[in-house]
């Protein structure tokens, strides 16, 4: 059990989302759960899971190191089958708010 926060970078969480295409193949956004079913019970998860979940904590690892070295998220190279879609500018952060 922690005692006390973790230094900022050291976390990261994993969350599960549900979407829809409709008859335009547009997505929809229906749900999404903070604790996703990893189970391997099926042949689709079977095949994804493993590779996906390598990859986010490679990614996690790597993103902790770079915002402890402060430098940009740009260009991660743990990122293989995903695309990694990130805004350094914190001037466009600002703008886009909550």
Known sequence: MLTQAPPQGSCFALFGADIILDAALNPWLTEVQKGPGLSLNDAVKLAVLPA???E????????RFKTLNQQSMAKLQAQSNFEWVINDDPAAVAESGP
């Not at 986010?56 to 993103?63: G, K, N, T, V, Y």
Request: glycine share 0%; no cysteine; aromatic share 0%.
């Open 52 to 54: 996906m979940l390598a």
């Open 56 to 63: 986010a904590i490679a990614l996690a690892e790597e993103a």
